[in-house]
């Protein structure tokens, strides 16, 4: 794995944990409290940095299933 990979395995974990964190009953904890203002706010940057399928114009839907659809971009 590439060290681009690594970065990426890293943030995919921080923004998992900082999303199934952010539930007002574990805010309670100090612990978690503080890590959420630590990291929230860098987390949502680098979300809004991320390639998503908006980014790409969208050439036809190639299949569609029980889980989603395939489009050929």
Do not use: W
Not at 8 to 25: I, K, T, W
Not at 45 to 56: N, P
């Amino acid at each position: 794995m590439t060290h681009g990979g690594h970065r990426c395995s890293l943030e995919d974990s921080m923004n998992a944990l900082v999303l199934d964190l952010d539930f007002p009953a574990l805010r309670k904890n100090k612990n978690i409290e503080t890590f959420l203002n630590r990291y929230e706010k860098v987390m949502g940057h680098i979300r809004e940095m991320q390639t998503k399928s908006e980014d790409f114009d969208r050439v036809k839907v190639i299949g569609r299933g029980a889980f989603g659809e395939v489009q050929l971009l």
